[in-house]
C-alpha cells in the first residue's frame, strides 16, 4: 500500500500561483507514474496532468495546458504540480494518484493509489 500525501493547497485570488506537492514515504516512489485529478463541488473526479515514473513524459488537460506543469523529483520522493494563472473555475479539491508502471494513465481508473486531497480555492 503507497500512503500518497498532498499538501500546499490555498486560497488564492484570480491570476494567483500555487505549488502542490505530493510526497511517499516510499523508497521505490520512483517506480509509479503519478498524476493529479481534481474535484469541484457536484462535479466528478477529472484528469489534471500525469507524469511517466522517469520524470520525461507529461500530459495535461486541455483546460490546464499552459498553466500547469507537473513534474516530480525521485531523490524527494515528491511530485509537483505548479499552478500559474489560477482562475475561479480551477476551485476544487485535488487528488495526487500513482500507480506502478512506466507509463501515466490519464483516467481514475489507471491509478489504485490516491492521496486525501488538498483543497484550493481561486476567487475572482
Known amino acids: 500500500q503507497v500512503q500518497l500525501v498532498e499538501s500546499g493547497g490555498g486560497s488564492v485570488q484570480a491570476g494567483g500561483s500555487l505549488r502542490l506537492s505530493c510526497t511517499a514515504p516510499?523508497?521505490?516512489?520512483?517506480?509509479?507514474?503519478m498524476g493529479w485529478f481534481r474535484q469541484a463541488p457536484g462535479k466528478e473526479r477529472e484528469f489534471v496532468a500525469a507524469?511517466?515514473?522517469?520524470?520525461?513524459?507529461?500530459y495535461y488537460a486541455d483546460s490546464v495546458k499552459g498553466r500547469f506543469t507537473i513534474s516530480r523529483d525521485n531523490a524527494k520522493s515528491t511530485g509537483y504540480l505548479q499552478m500559474n494563472s489560477l482562475a475561479p473555475e480551477d476551485t476544487a479539491v485535488y487528488y495526487c494518484?500513482?500507480?506502478?508502471?512506466?507509463?501515466?494513465?490519464?483516467?481514475?481508473?489507471?491509478?489504485?493509489?490516491w492521496g486525501q486531497g488538498t483543497q484550493v480555492t481561486v476567487s475572482a
Open positions: 516510499e523508497r521505490t516512489f520512483n517506480m509509479y507514474a
Open positions: 507524469v511517466t515514473r522517469s520524470g520525461s513524459s507529461t
Open positions: 494518484a500513482g500507480k506502478r508502471a512506466l507509463g501515466a494513465g490519464l483516467t481514475r481508473e489507471d491509478y489504485p493509489y
